[in-house]
């Protein structure tokens, strides 16, 4: 029998070499007590290299940081949960403020920008264009952006292929019949939705020069996984991609402090929302 990784066996300094290995690559910063994370994360990595520990693993990354293996570690590292309508204050925020004042202002391009910065497995930016659709914008020019740093969960989001526990979490069931149709265990979402968006992977951390203007950027439970200046960083660059007015939304538990240069945060029915000056 294959011996189990085990976290016992993840020396202090191997510990640490994880933890730089994966703010250097992704800027997220993994605190002193995740040991439990690196173990479950991590165990199957170990087996699939034959190894027997995490200790191993890391002897043998610490020579092949840029590797697809260092690379893989990174994204078991990574949280990658989402869910359609997550935060539904915010989406009835946009259908019912944002959206028609847009529609008045972009009346003559009749042209709107969205992106999903962090866009993990798609359900944010599909549930965007799903409420957009339900606004008919049928001979409006819009396009959502879906970015993020794993090319993983991009490969995801681009088939439009959801389980049935994930169709289970936030989408209605109205929309489901709508715009999805069983394919085996799966559910397909249809081509119109698919159409309205494009993943492209992007590190937040990186310039975001030739992005935007957007109207509505959505970079939502991802900051929580920053340090103090990583978020700065990006939240400046965010604003460089939007038009003065638009939206800013970020996770339920996320704020933006010391950004009120770039930013006024306002509440907008029962959604927070950082308004780009
Ligand atoms: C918890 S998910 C959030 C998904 C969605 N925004 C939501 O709120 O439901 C966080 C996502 O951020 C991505 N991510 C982490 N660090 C990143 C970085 N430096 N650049 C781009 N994406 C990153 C992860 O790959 C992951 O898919």
């Not at 479950?40 to 190894?51: D, F, K, S």
């Not at 590292?77 to 403020?97: G, K, L």
């Not at 991009?154 to 936030?170: D, M, T």
């Not at 935007?212 to 920053?226: A, H, K, Q, S």
Request: contains cysteine.
């Amino acid at each position: 029998m294959q011996s189990q990784a085990s976290v016992a066996e993840i020396r202090p300094e191997n510990y640490r070499f994880l933890q730089e290995h994966v703010y250097s690559q992704v800027g997220i910063v993994l605190e002193e007590d995740k040991h439990y994370l690196f173990e479950c994360r991590l165990a199957p990595i170990v087996r699939q290299l034959g190894l027997n520990t995490i200790d191993d693993l890391c002897t043998f990354l610490k020579g092949n940081c840029q590797t697809e293996v260092g690379r893989q570690v990174v994204e078991a590292m990574t949280t990658n949960e989402t869910y359609f309508f997550r935060d539904p204050a915010q989406y009835e925020a946009i259908r019912s403020v944002l959206l028609p004042r847009l529609m008045e202002e972009r009346q003559q391009t009749k042209k709107l920008r969205f992106w999903s910065a962090a866009a993990s497995t798609g359900q944010e930016a599909y549930s965007l264009a799903m409420l957009l659709i339900a606004q008919g914008l049928s001979d409006w020019d819009v396009r959502i952006l879906g970015t993020d740093f794993s090319s993983q969960v991009l490969e995801r989001a681009r088939s439009g292929k959801y389980q049935q526990i994930e169709v289970n979490r936030g989408l209605p069931a109205s929309l489901l019949v709508k715009h999805f149709r069983q394919s085996g265990t799966e559910w397909q979402l249809s081509e119109p939705v698919r159409r309205m968006v494009s993943f492209e992977t992007i590190d937040l951390r990186n310039s975001m020069h030739g992005l935007g203007p957007f109207d509505l950027v959505f970079c939502r439970n991802v900051m929580i996984y920053f340090d103090a200046g990583t978020k700065k960083s990006i939240l400046e660059e965010l604003h460089r991609t939007m038009f003065g007015g638009a939206w800013l939304l970020l996770g339920g538990v996320e704020t933006a402090f010391g950004v009120d240069e770039w930013f006024e945060r306002q509440t907008v029915q029962n959604a927070t929302v950082y308004v780009a000056r």
